[in-house]
């Protein structure tokens, strides 16, 4: 999911490092560096959501005109799709299981989601006109 915010004038490394806290709080593995075109933050391993994958986020444009990109990132299994599985023949064979915790972390991610921004939102307001005249020329 992607959301722009234009005429904020938002100081894009403290919102990069507010994020980061956003992770650090949930209980995830985080990790946060500059990219070519913003920043970026990689996320995983949580405590507090139990999703399948890795979340991804991205920061780019300038303080007046910015947009994040929020995503679950899913590792592709080998062999995923050898043989095409009905809901019927999941279970029939102990799938049940996996599809269970498919739904689980599915349940877990609209959650984190939802969550995220909310935070989003409010970190957003609290750092408009936040960005200097020196990070804007960076």
Same mark, same amino acid.
């Given at each position: 999911m992607q959301k722009n915010w234009?005429?904020?004038?938002?100081?894009?490394?403290?919102?990069t490092n507010q994020l980061g806290e956003f992770f650090k709080e949930k209980d995830f593995n985080a990790v /946060?560096?500059?990219?070519? /075109?913003?920043?970026?933050i990689f996320a995983d391993d949580s405590g507090y959501y139990k999703v399948d994958g890795y979340v991804s986020v991205s920061i780019e444009g300038k303080p007046d005109?910015?947009? =994040?990109? !929020?995503?679950?990132? /899913?590792?592709?299994? +080998?062999? /995923?799709n050898l043989l095409p599985r009905s809901i019927m023949l999941t279970t029939m064979f102990g799938g049940g299981y !996996?599809?269970? +915790?498919?739904?689980k972390s599915d349940e877990e991610w609209l959650k984190l989601?939802?969550? !995220?921004?909310?935070?989003?939102?409010? =970190?957003?307001?609290?750092?408009?006109?936040?960005?200097?005249?020196?990070? =804007?020329? +960076?």
């Open positions: 234009t005429n904020k004038n938002v100081d894009l490394d403290l919102l /946060k560096g500059r990219s070519e /075109k913003g920043y970026q005109d910015f947009t =994040i990109t !929020f995503e679950l990132c /899913k590792e592709e299994k +080998k062999h /995923k !996996f599809l269970r +915790k498919q739904l989601k939802q969550d !995220f921004w909310s935070y989003v939102e409010m =970190i957003v307001l609290n750092l408009t006109n936040t960005a200097t005249q020196e990070t =804007i020329n +960076k």
